[in-house]
């Protein structure tokens, strides 16, 4: 069980350009959902917190209007990178916490994106 | 100070050895503790979660929690090659620590 996924595993694209990346939460209900974001050799760095039904709280420094948070169902999370740029090239990572469970976040496997 | 403390290594252990990672965290009220593994180039993974003072065993895997001094810690257990990966804790599910990177040598 606590299966989490996400899509597409891998991308790339064109500066300038959009990217949505999903998160599914596969076999049980995600009341939160988070979203990191993480450079070679370097830690985790959360991005977002997102709550269903309300708007995601996002960490300092990380701009808001440049990463879409949307987390319309309780199994689904996306984030979208606007106008991405070769600085936005990344490994993102979601996760999602059980509603009416524990504090575990159970994580997706990733979704590598370079942005040429 | 960083709310979660861990010792950033690299942790080098012998095939069959214990291998002892630390994390100390800052929040007195903090109730549960996890300990993930992230092997290179992929996302982190649970190994297990305590909320409990004393000990957890999960197979080759020890959890130690100690609120009064505010640590948790990870024993392995003859470790193995691939158990070489980074291990973070997070205090309250959401509180990441930078992780230890841990090397067993065959």
């Known amino acids: 069980g606590a299966v989490v996924s996400q899509h597409p595993s891998r991308v790339i694209c064109k500066s300038g350009t959009s990217v949505k990346i999903e998160c599914r939460s596969l076999?049980?209900?995600?009341?939160?959902m988070f979203w990191y974001r993480q450079f070679p050799k370097q830690s985790l760095m959360l991005m977002a917190t997102s709550n269903e039904g309300s708007k995601a709280t996002y960490e300092q420094g990380v701009e808001k209007d440049k990463f879409l948070i949307n987390h319309a169902s309780l199994t689904l999370s996306t984030l979208t990178v606007t106008s991405a740029h070769p600085e936005d090239s990344s490994f993102y990572i979601c996760s999602a916490r059980e509603q009416g469970g524990t504090d575990t976040q159970y994580f997706g496997p990733g979704t590598r994106l370079t942005v040429l | 100070q960083k709310e979660v403390e861990q010792n950033s290594g690299p942790l080098s252990v012998p095939e069959g050895a214990i291998a002892s990672l630390n994390c100390t965290y800052s929040d007195r009220g903090s109730q549960s503790f996890f300990w993930y593994r992230q092997y290179s180039g992929k996302s982190p993974e649970l190994i297990m979660f305590i909320y409990s003072n004393g000990d957890k065993e999960d197979g080759r895997f020890t959890a130690q929690l100690n609120k009064a001094s505010q640590y948790v810690s990870l024993l392995i257990r003859d470790s193995q090659p691939s158990d070489s990966a980074t291990y973070l804790c997070?205090?309250?599910?959401?509180?990441f620590g930078d992780g230890t990177t841990l090397t067993v040598k065959p």
């Open positions: 076999d049980f209900q995600a009341t939160t």
């Open positions: 997070a205090v309250q599910g959401s509180t």
